[in-house]
């Protein structure tokens, strides 16, 4: 499936469903006596990739499975992901939204993804013949400048209430990259590498998942159960680091 249809229906698809949340293993107020037990608060950010639309558990869900099984940690999570969430809304939420600030600075892990939504809309315009430009692709550019400079700024944000010095913060960038015919996939190709490269000097630990080894709902949209899984598979590769050694 092409980029432009792609995210076309995603930019439809997300805005039906509404935001995962979950919070398991509530925080007891202490260990049983002669044994030391961690308990960690993991907060998830984004857009329908994070509430896990498609799947019966997205990676969210299944990250804090392996943060669980693999570091023995007690883990309570709080999903604020948000189907539809541009980058534009997720960094107007944390500049103003008190109770997502709180929650982050009282996270021992963060995740994070972000932008489908932003090259959906772009696409939709491209589709309809308004997206500009004497190549037609004007609002395409325009997007692309936007999410990246948004994502710059959202990272800042969230390194501003939570250190990787001392929190897991892990993101697996747009998500998944989307398929994309040959005249637009230099679009999506240099989203990722943006989100790469500023990853990489915030110290924030990132994976890049291509389409191609995804699992896809019917929706031809979102990853099913399997996609899910490789999504939280990859960002356990990553390790657990600082706070565990694997």
Not at 6 to 20: F, N
Not at 137 to 156: F, G, H, P, Q, S
Not at 206 to 223: C, K, L, N, Q, R
Request: net charge negative; proline share 4%; with cysteine.
């Amino acid at each position: 499936m092409g980029v432009v249809v792609l995210v076309s229906l995603l930019a439809t698809a997300c805005s039906e469903a509404g935001s995962g949340g979950s919070q398991q293993d509530e925080k007891p107020r202490g260990a049983p006596a002669g044994q030391e037990t961690v308990y960690w608060d993991y907060v998830a950010l984004g857009d329908s990739l994070a509430a896990g639309v498609g799947a019966q558990r997205g990676y969210v869900d299944r990250y804090a499975a392996h943060l669980r099984n693999d570091t023995g940690a007690r883990v309570r999570v709080s999903n604020l992901g948000v189907s539809g969430q541009t980058s534009s809304e997720l960094l107007d939420a944390l500049r103003e939204d008190e109770s997502m600030r709180r929650a982050i600075e009282g996270a021992e892990v963060v995740t994070f993804n972000i932008g489908i939504n932003d090259l959906g809309h772009a696409g939709a315009a491209y589709q309809e013949g308004t997206c500009g430009g004497e190549d037609g692709e004007e609002c395409l550019r325009e997007a692309v400048e936007a999410l990246k400079d948004n994502w710059d700024a959202i990272a800042t944000k969230l390194l501003g209430l939570r250190s990787t010095g001392n929190t897991i913060i892990r993101t697996p960038g747009l998500g998944y990259t989307p398929r994309a015919e040959d005249d637009l996939e230099h679009y999506v190709s240099e989203v990722n590498r943006h989100i790469a490269s500023t990853a990489r000097s915030r110290a924030v630990p990132y994976v890049e998942i291509p389409a191609g080894e995804i699992g896809m709902s019917p929706d031809g949209v979102h990853p099913n159960d399997a996609g899910y899984a490789t999504i939280a598979d990859r960002l356990r590769g990553l390790g657990f680091g600082p706070l565990h050694p694997r």
